[in-house]
């Protein structure tokens, strides 16, 4: 059975996505690319993945002096889970109403209108082999 990882708070979540889009990364370096778009202390970011290791999203390598740290989550996995999350939360499981809501907000481009119209021909075949 596997173990239910906690839900990322936001600035977890941000230091997953240069963890995901870097890869394996100091605290240093994870600070320094977090105050690329905001000042954020040193320090703030070593408790913050010090919790994640505690919490099971990230590993720490302790090798070195120096402790470089992983991403212990998939960003696939981490994205399904909070979106099936949000789905459920904001727009009571549904789906469709969220799509919704999405495409009746945003201006979207024929580039994007043809990858929708190409997903939902790619789930109408998955249905019918299903049938």
Do not use: C
């Amino acid at each position: 059975m596997r173990k239910k990882l906690p839900r990322p708070t936001e600035a977890e979540l941000e230091i997953l996505q240069i963890l995901w889009s870097a890869g394996p990364s100091t605290v240093r370096e994870v600070n320094d690319k977090l105050n690329e778009e905001r000042e954020v202390g040193y320090t703030t970011t070593l408790k913050l993945m010090q919790i994640m290791a505690e919490k099971g999203l990230a590993k720490r390598d302790t090798a070195s002096r120096t402790h470089v740290y992983t991403a212990a989550v998939e960003e696939s996995d981490t994205q399904q889970r909070l979106l099936q999350n949000f789905v459920d939360m904001t727009f009571k499981g549904s789906a469709m109403k969220m799509v919704m809501q999405a495409l009746g907000n945003h201006k979207a481009s024929q580039e994007e209108l043809e990858e929708i119209k190409a997903l939902i021909e790619k789930m109408e075949d998955q249905q019918g082999k299903k049938s």
